[in-house]
C-alpha cells in the first residue's frame, strides 16, 4: 500500500514485496533463468529508485508494477516514488506529452507562466526527495512529469536517468514545442534511454534504446481456458450466458482473484453471446488511441455478423490523465449517432480500476476472446497493449507508428497499417482476419513468438542491466578525467 508523508504536493513511495520466482522459472527455463539471475544479480547493493506521476493506469504503471516485484525477487533494491501535483499540473502536463508525441492536446499554451507552474510544483516534490534518495543511488526518472526532479537528484549524489516512454516518428511543430519545454530539464540527467530508436533527440545526453516487455505471470497476462475467459466476461457484463455473479481464479503470482465487478457498459440490449466473433481494442481513452476511428473502420469493414468491443479503465480512474473522460464522450457520441442495427453490434466498457487485479484479469479475458485484437493509436511509445494480445496468440492489427512498428511485422505478426488515419485499409485488414481464420491463426503463431523471444521481462531487465553498468562506468570515468 502506498505510505504518504504529510507534506503537500505530496509525493508517495508505492510498497511492492517481491514476487515469487517459480513461475518465472517454469516459463522462461532454466536457461534463460540463470542468465537472467547472473545479469542483474550484478546490480545486487545498489538502490535503484524509480519516478512516474501515477501508481495505476497506462504503461509506465504497468511495466513498473511487474519489473519492480520481479527485480527484487533477483536481490536487486529497486523501487518507486510518484509525484504529486495539483489539477493544472496535470492538464500542463497531458499538453506536453500531447505535443511530444506530434499532436495539439487541449491547444493550450505551453509558456512561461506554463513553466512556472511545473517548475513550482515539480520543485515542491523534489524538496522531498532528500528523504527516500541517498548518494551513489541511481534515479530513473519517467516520462516528462517528474522531469523537473533531474536536478535535485543530481544534488543528493545519484545518477540521474531520464526513460521517456513517450516520442513522434516525425517531428512537427507541436513537437518542437514539447521539446523545446522539456530540454533544460532533461538536459540535466546523466543518460537518457528511450523506447525505440526513432523517439530520441539529437541533443539527448548519453542516449539509449530499450524496448520494454510484458509480464507473462501477471494476472495481465496469465494462462487462462478459453471457458474462463468466457465466464470472466460473463460476470463483468461484457458477454451473455453467465448467470454466476463471481468466479474466481487462481493466480500464480498471489492469491486467487475474485471478478465480482460488472464493467460500466454503454450497449443496447442484451450482451453478445460468446460464439459471436468480437473486433476488441483496449486502450486508455486517449485521442491519440482513436477508439473513434476503430469504430469507423469496423463500420467501413461491414462484417454485419460480427462485433465490437471498445474498453478503457473508468474515465476518472487515471491520476496523471486528466482528458479521458472528454475522450470517452467523442466516443460515445459516435456511438450513439449510429443507425440503430449497427449500435447494437457495438459496446463501449469502463472497466472498474477498485480492484487492480481484478481490472487485469478482465482485460486478460478480452484479449483473450477477441476474434481480433485492433491498436489503432494514431501515435504510440510503445503499445504493451499489442504485446499483451499478441502474448495470447491474438491476430492483431495494428498502426504502424511508434512501438507499434516493432511488435506488429505485417504478415508476419499480425497486420500493420501503414497511415494510421487510413480508414479503408484499417477496415481491410480487419476484414481478411475475420475471413481468413487459418491467416488469422498464422499471424497471432507468429505475434506469440515475437513475444516470447523479445518482450519478456528478462530481455528486459538484462538490457537495464547491462545499460546501466554502462552508464555508471561512464558516470566514474568522467568524474576520474573531469
Ligand atoms: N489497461 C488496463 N485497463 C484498461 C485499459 C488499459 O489495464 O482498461 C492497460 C493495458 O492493458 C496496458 C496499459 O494499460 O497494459 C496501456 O499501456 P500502453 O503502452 O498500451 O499505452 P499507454 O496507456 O501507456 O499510452
Known amino acids: 500500500m502506498p505510505a504518504r508523508p504529510t507534506e503537500t504536493p505530496a509525493m508517495f513511495e508505492v510498497d511492492l514485496d517481491p514476487v515469487a520466482l517459480e513461475p518465472y522459472e517454469q516459463l522462461l527455463g532454466p536457461a534463460r533463468m540463470a542468465k537472467l539471475r547472473a545479469g542483474v544479480g550484478r ?104 522531469a523537473g526532479l533531474i536536478r535535485r537528484a543530481r544534488e543528493l549524489g545519484a545518477t540521474v536517468i531520464w526513460r521517456s516512454h513517450i516520442g513522434s516518428d516525425q517531428p512537427n511543430s507541436h513537437t518542437e514545442a514539447g521539446w523545446a519545454f522539456l530540454r533544460p530539464f532533461v538536459m540535466e540527467a546523466d543518460a537518457t534511454v528511450f523506447l525505440t530508436e526513432g523517439h530520441a533527440q539529437h541533443w539527448t545526453p548519453d542516449t539509449h534504446v530499450i524496448p520494454p516487455s510484458i509480464d507473462p505471470c501477471a494476472p495481465k497476462n496469465m494462462a487462462l481456458t478459453a471457458r474462463q475467459a468466457v465466464d470472466i466476461l460473463g460476470v463483468a457484463g461484457v458477454l451473455g450466458g453467465s448467470a454466476s455473479a463471481e468466479i474466481t481464479v487462481p493466480a500464480p503470482l498471489g492469491p486467487a482473484i475474485t471478478v465480482r465487478h460488472a464493467a460500466t457498459v454503454l450497449r443496447v440490449g442484451p450482451p453478445p453471446p460468446p460464439d459471436v466473433p468480437m473486433v476488441v481494442q483496449v486502450s486508455r481513452w486517449d485521442r491519440l488511441k482513436d477508439m473513434d476511428g476503430v469504430l469507423e473502420a469496423f463500420m467501413q469493414a461491414g462484417a454485419g455478423h460480427c462485433h465490437l468491443t471498445l474498453a478503457g479503465p473508468a474515465v476518472d480512474s487515471v491520476a496523471d490523465d486528466p482528458e479521458a ?17 449497427d449500435r447494437r453490434r457495438v459496446q463501449l466498457l469502463c472497466l472498474p480500476v477498485t480492484d487492480r487485479r481484478e481490472n487485469a484479469l478482465v482485460v486478460n479475458a478480452l484479449q483473450r476472446h477477441a476474434t481480433v485484437v485492433v491498436q489503432k493509436s494514431l501515435a504510440e511509445g510503445f503499445g504493451l497493449t499489442a504485446a499483451e494480445a499478441m502474448w495470447k496468440a491474438r491476430p492483431i492489427v495494428a498502426s504502424a507508428v511508434g512501438g507499434l512498428r516493432e511488435q506488429v511485422v505485417d504478415g508476419v505478426t499480425g497486420l500493420a497499417v501503414a497511415d494510421p488515419r487510413d480508414l479503408p485499409a484499417t477496415a481491410a485488414a480487419v476484414r481478411r482476419l475475420l475471413d481468413d481464420p487459418g491467416f488469422a491463426q498464422k499471424l497471432g503463431a507468429g505475434a506469440r513468438q515475437l513475444v516470447v523471444d523479445r518482450f519478456l521481462p528478462d530481455r528486459h531487465l538484462l538490457e537495464w542491466a547491462a545499460t546501466l553498468e554502462k552508464i555508471l562506468t561512464k558516470g566514474s570515468h568522467d568524474a576520474q578525467t573531469g
Not at 329 to 341: G, I, K, V
Request: one cysteine or more; charged letters at 20%; proline letters at 7%.
Open 43 to 146: 546490480l545486487a547493493g545498489r538502490t535503484i529508485w524509480n519516478i512516474n506521476s501515477t501508481a495505476a493506469g497506462g504503461g509506465v504503471a504497468e511495466l513498473l508494477s511487474s519489473l519492480i516485484p520481479l527485480a527484487r525477487a533477483l536481490g536487486v533494491d529497486v523501487r518507486w516514488l510518484v509525484v504529486d501535483g495539483d489539477p493544472a499540473f496535470f492538464a500542463l502536463t497531458k499538453r506536453l506529452c500531447s505535443t511530444i508525441y506530434g499532436s495539439a492536446g487541449d491547444g493550450g499554451p505551453l509558456g512561461p507562466d506554463e513553466r512556472a507552474h511545473y517548475r513550482r510544483v515539480t520543485d515542491d516534490n523534489a524538496a522531498q526527495l532528500q528523504m527516500w534518495v541517498d548518494p551513489g543511488d541511481v534515479v530513473v526518472v519517467h516520462d516528462p512529469q517528474p
Open 325 to 341: 473522460a472528454g475522450a470517452y464522450e467523442l466516443s460515445r457520441s459516435r456511438w450513439a449517432a449510429l443507425a440503430p442495427d
